[in-house]
């Protein structure tokens, strides 16, 4: 992602109309050392999963095929992975295979945590709209709209310059970013004075949202809900709270991982 996805789309498809300027909104005045990077990103625009009943356009008006990313999809994330690399180019190279790490089967990350984690300075996850709700749910940032497509959520680990740590989370929403990328805005969590909170707050904030017995909760089918891809929750209004409790839960996963991280990077 971080160096585009240029090779899918078979041709250059990036318009000179697309911003790859670095945000206005860095902010890093003390000595830090930026150690760590995870991201988690929504797909591109895509074909539906499925036609409905009777649908007036058939399979054949989709040239990549349902499901599939458009070519506006692949678009939309190679404008996002050239801005990502140019923001980050002082952190990576330009080889993928010495620096990231690309997770695509979201169900799969709880046994990602039960694995020993390679090194890796980037960890990328493609995602669906509505794990990005869900984390944005667990962080209380949410304001109960879609994520638009290629919205990119960031993790960054800082090293201080007294030796401790911080964290900082970015997030990316622009409305076209095969257009624009718009600046990331800083999600400041409750209990932080800045976006850059020292670990161990952070730590604390989020403990809250980490299961005591996994495979308790993990059983608990009494308000367990199952979403499918194309039925996101983040578009029906007056949720309820088991629904919104379900949400939380689909970001635990990801809250867990990223600390396993965060601490075999300090």
Not at 19 to 37: A, D, F, G, V, Y
Not at 76 to 84: C, D, F, N
Not at 95 to 112: A, F, R, T, Y
Request: glycine share 4%.
């Amino acid at each position: 992602m971080l160096t585009g996805i240029s090779a899918l789309t078979g041709e250059n498809v990036l318009n000179n109309h697309v911003s790859t300027s670095q945000p206005t909104t860095e902010i890093n005045t003390m000595k830090r050392e930026l150690m760590l990077i995870q991201m988690l990103f929504r797909h591109g625009h895509r074909a539906p999963f499925m036609l409905y009943p009777y649908d007036p356009n058939s399979e054949d008006n989709w040239n990549e095929g349902l499901g599939m990313l458009t070519k506006l999809g692949r678009l939309q994330h190679y404008a996002m992975g050239l801005h990502l690399q140019h923001r980050y180019m002082d952190f990576i190279t330009t080889n993928p295979n010495e620096d990231l790490c690309l997770v695509i089967c979201w169900k799969k990350i709880h046994n990602k945590i039960l694995q020993r984690i390679p090194e890796k300075k980037v960890y990328i996850y493609s995602a669906h709209g509505s794990n990005i709700a869900s984390l944005l749910l667990a962080l209380d940032h949410y304001n109960w709209e879609g994520p638009p497509y290629a919205s990119t959520i960031i993790l960054e680990l800082w090293k201080e310059e007294d030796e401790d740590y911080s964290i900082r989370w970015l997030y990316y929403n622009s409305t076209n970013p095969e257009k624009q990328i718009d600046p990331p805005v800083p999600l400041v969590l409750n209990g932080c004075d800045s976006e850059f909170c020292p670990l161990g707050r952070y730590e604390d904030l989020i403990r809250r949202l980490i299961p005591e017995d996994w495979d308790k909760e993990c059983d608990d089918t009494s308000q367990k809900l199952k979403f499918q891809p194309f039925e996101s929750p983040v578009h029906i209004p007056g949720l309820s709270s088991s629904v919104k409790l379900e949400m939380k839960r689909m970001a635990i996963i990801f809250l867990l991982l990223c600390v396993l991280l965060l601490q075999n990077n300090k």
